[in-house]
């Protein structure tokens, strides 16, 4: 169904190739995974698998790249859509409709298929992936995890024989990815050939048929699933485990209460009392919930839509909330959380605004130079500022920590998806923040970075930072101290409504 025949590709004006070389098959009935570090071609791969490349990109193809016996180069994407269904790393970029029913049923329409026949495939598909309950929800409200979900339903429904998945696990809590396994082996039992991109790998341990790991633009190994067993490999290619056991049940609580005692602020480097909050027409999220995190590495768990991103928008000043907040035993001011806090955003994207990576990350230190002055008194022009030595020694740091220093004059936008990840973590950082919040820091690192941030986020943990982790990534939570539960926040909240 998928056959790549010596493969090369070269994106317009530039003179590097992309990837080369690449031979292999995917055939009905099987399952194959595509893994390397990030900025190995892997993306590329699957834009030429479904005629983005170079159809709609532009650029040169050597080489023949055939979905069910149709040639890539010669097919036009409509036509390829028929046969493909992708899915890609970020699901906004396929959204049509304001809501989760019309987005699953957009392409279903499109194709001409009857009323009953578009709502019996769209009812199949959600059920499938158990978002029925979101069917009416405005798309744009969901959490990340959720928007995933949807992206699938849409392809799903259409029923296509061929899948390619850009990091279709990345934004799931376990037990979806689990259930995602268990959607794509089916799926392979009733014949469809499906191409997984991804830098998690423990969730296809008993479906995948093969893997190709890239570097460079090539495939430099490829076998089965249990050549990433071997540690001397996963480490030479800079790959994520093959096994991950779950932490999330050993994770000392942080407790969520009415309210704190004594000795539990004298401990905290940040308080919540009080905190309430609901979104207008979706009902009570907080209601008068109390908590106190220490310095160190505080995991937010809980399944999608549960209100992580919530709690951590709260935390920083981008949604106001009741309650009372205090850091290091000082009340919170006028000025919220914002000047004190760092923010990485699940979706990098918007969080890059600047013309390279190094302006990107010495904006962010200036701002955060800006809003400790600001909280002193000084009112001058941001404009004006310039990074003092420190602060340039400093960038230094965060640009080889990070792996970015080859990157530092790109524009953040022409970047991977793993690369824009690290980029705004480093801009947290640069601020120099008393709180720092990540969601999702790790949803498009391969195995050398993921241990990279996990090694930074221990250090500012150490200085007494304290740190707010949103995450899935059951590799990651590995490096926290304790958890904080959002199912702790809902049973408050059931208990006070009862």
């Known amino acids: 169904m998928i056959a790549f025949e010596e493969v090369s590709y070269r994106y317009p004006n530039t003179e590097e190739t992309a990837v080369r070389n690449l031979s292999f098959r995917v055939e009905p009935g099987e399952l194959k995974v595509v893994t390397g570090a990030s900025g190995c071609g ?8 479904n005629g983005i490349a170079p159809q ?28 493909v269904g ?7 970029e396929q959204f049509f409709a304001l809501n989760v029913g019309d987005e699953i049923a957009f392409a279903l329409k499109s194709r001409g298929m009857t009323p009953d026949d578009v709502n019996t495939r769209l009812e199949r598909a959600a059920e499938t992936l158990g978002i029925t309950h979101l069917l009416d929800a405005d798309i744009h409200s969901l959490s990340e995890g959720q928007k995933q979900k949807v992206g699938l339903a849409g392809i799903l429904a259409l029923g296509p024989k061929v899948l390619v998945l850009d990091e279709p696990s990345a934004n799931l809590d376990p037990e979806a990815t689990e259930q995602l396994a268990k959607i794509l082996d089916e799926l392979k039992r009733a014949g469809s ?137 000082n009340a919170v001011g006028k000025e919220g959380l914002m000047p004190s806090a760092g923010l990485v955003l699940q979706n990098a994207d918007h969080q890059l605004t600047m013309r390279t990576v190094e302006e990107e990350i010495t904006a962010a230190m200036l701002a955060g130079r800006w809003a400790k002055e600001s909280r002193s008194g000084w009112s001058g022009d941001l404009g004006r500022f310039e990074p003092s030595d420190k602060e340039k020694a400093r960038l230094e740091a965060l640009l080889v920590s990070l792996r970015l220093a080859p990157l530092r004059g790109r524009h953040p936008q022409s970047l991977s998806g793993g690369e824009k990840q690290r980029v705004v973590i480093a801009c947290a950082l640069a601020k120099d923040p008393r709180i720092l919040i990540l969601d999702e820091p790790t949803s498009g690192l391969d195995g050398a970075n993921l241990a990279s941030i996990a090694g930074i986020l221990r250090e500012e943990a150490d200085k007494g930072r304290a740190v707010f982790l949103i995450t899935h990534d059951l590799e990651l939570l590995d490096a926290c101290d304790r958890a904080l539960d959002m199912t702790d926040f809902q049973s408050l909240l059931k208990d006070k409504a009862s």
């Open 42 to 49: 892997k993306t590329t791969l699957m834009r030429l698998a």
């Open 56 to 83: 709609i990109l532009g650029g040169e193809v050597t080489g023949t790249v055939m979905i069910d016996d149709c040639d890539v180069s010669e097919t036009p994407v409509a036509d390829l859509a028929e046969k």
């Open 86 to 92: 992708t899915l890609f790393q970020d699901p906004e």
């Open 193 to 329: 050939a499906i191409l997984v991109v991804d830098h998690r790998l423990y969730w296809l341990r008993d479906t995948a048929d093969e893997v190709f790991v890239m570097q460079a633009g090539e495939i430099r190994e490829r076998g089965p699933f249990s050549i990433l067993q071997d540690d001397a490999l996963r480490a030479r290619w800079g790959l994520r485990r093959d096994a991950v056991a779950d932490p999330r049940a050993t994770l000392p609580r942080v407790k969520v209460e009415e309210g704190l005692c004594a000795e539990e602020k004298a401990g905290a480097v940040f308080t919540a009392e009080k905190l309430s909050f609901g979104y207008p027409g979706r009902g009570t999220i907080f209601a008068d919930a109390a908590f106190a995190v220490p310095a160190g590495i505080t995991a937010l768990i809980g399944d999608n839509g549960t209100g992580k991103t919530t709690l951590a928008r709260i935390l920083t000043g981008l949604l106001k909330a009741e309650g009372t907040f205090a850091l290091d035993g």
